[in-house]
């Protein structure tokens, strides 16, 4: 028998789907369906993505008086340019060759709206990418990989394998940070503690996620 949703997932992201489910809450899905405008420069890229977050936060918690929810939204910053998801083939090629043997960061924004309230919190993960061959970069495009990821990549992606090193939260280049999301459910008043077999391997490493899970009694102040 299904579980009652807690929660309600303002996401059509697999990815971040995936990784919430991790965490043994129950949830409904939801895509709040705004558009995601980005500003050209980066002066401001936290502010932008937890701008972002929030707004998808509360479209969708205007639906659902009765259950709190939760949005993220992910952006990636490279010499002072806002990346965000590709729109056609020559801006994903252009994504990825800049990107290429370069640091970067990712960040996601997370927000959780319950009520009138709302917490809102993001995380930054510092990526190197590995010199891959414009080969590589035309056969991850033929498979329509990078249209739906900021970045036009995915760290996971056992194909094209593009991060060479990261520094941070691995789950907030996939999309949802997972210390991040535990830290603003339980301001919200909702208990999560997840099995750690149900954890990403990557997470057991991540002081984020442990510094997290270590903590009780949480207030429920914004």
Same mark, same amino acid.
């Not at 990815?15 to 809450?25: A, D, F, K, M, N």
């Not at 899905?29 to 936290?46: H, N, T």
């Not at 990549?153 to 940070?177: K, T």
């Not at 099995?195 to 002081?207: D, F, W």
């Given at each position: *028998?299904?579980?009652?949703?807690?929660?309600?997932?303002?996401?059509?992201?697999?990815?971040?789907?995936?990784?919430?489910?991790?965490? !043994? +809450?129950?949830?409904?899905?939801?895509?709040?369906?705004?558009?995601?405008?980005?500003?050209?420069?980066?002066?401001?890229?936290?502010?932008?993505?937890?701008?972002?977050?929030?707004?998808?936060?509360?479209?969708?918690?205007?639906?659902?008086?009765?259950?709190?929810?939760?949005?993220?939204?992910?952006?990636?910053?490279? &010499? $002072?340019?806002?990346? &965000?998801?590709?729109?056609?083939?020559?801006?994903? %090629?252009? *994504?990825? @060759?800049?990107?290429?043997?370069?640091?970067?960061?990712?960040?996601?924004?997370?927000?959780?709206?319950?009520?009138?309230?709302? %917490?809102?919190?993001?995380?930054?993960? %510092?990526?190197?990418?590995?010199? #891959?061959?414009?080969?590589?970069?035309?056969?991850?495009?033929?498979? $329509?990989?990078?249209?739906?990821?900021? $970045?036009?990549?995915?760290?996971?992606?056992?194909?094209?394998?593009? +991060?060479?090193? #990261?520094? !941070?939260?691995?789950?907030? +280049?996939? !999309?949802?940070?997972?210390?991040?999301?535990?830290?603003?459910?339980?301001?919200? !008043?909702?208990?999560?503690?997840? &099995?750690?077999?149900?954890?990403?391997?990557?997470?057991?490493?991540?002081?984020?996620?442990? &510094?997290?899970?270590? @903590?009780?009694?949480?207030?429920? $102040?914004?």
């Amino acid at each position: *028998m299904r579980r009652a949703p807690v929660l309600v997932l303002a996401s059509a992201s697999p990815r971040r789907r995936e990784l919430l489910g991790r965490l !043994g +809450v129950a949830f409904d899905v939801d895509p709040a369906g705004i558009p995601e405008e980005l500003p050209a420069q980066d002066s401001r890229a936290e502010r932008v993505a937890r701008r972002l977050a929030r707004a998808k936060a509360l479209a969708v918690a205007a639906r659902y008086p009765a259950l709190p929810v939760l949005a993220a939204d992910t952006v990636v910053v490279r &010499s $002072g340019r806002l990346l &965000s998801k590709p729109v056609d083939e020559a801006e994903a %090629w252009s *994504m990825l @060759r800049e990107l290429r043997g370069r640091w970067h960061r990712v960040i996601t924004a997370v927000a959780v709206a319950r009520g009138r309230r709302i %917490w809102v919190g993001h995380a930054v993960t %510092w990526v190197r990418m590995r010199e #891959y061959s414009d080969h590589e970069i035309a056969a991850s495009i033929a498979r $329509g990989d990078p249209f739906d990821k900021a $970045g036009a990549y995915a760290i996971q992606d056992e194909r094209f394998h593009p +991060v060479a090193e #990261y520094r !941070g939260c691995y789950c907030n +280049v996939v !999309g949802l940070p997972l210390g991040t999301v535990i830290d603003l459910l339980r301001r919200a !008043g909702i208990a999560v503690c997840p &099995s750690p077999e149900r954890l990403p391997p990557e997470c057991t490493c991540c002081p984020l996620l442990a &510094s997290v899970r270590s @903590r009780r009694g949480l207030d429920t $102040g914004s």
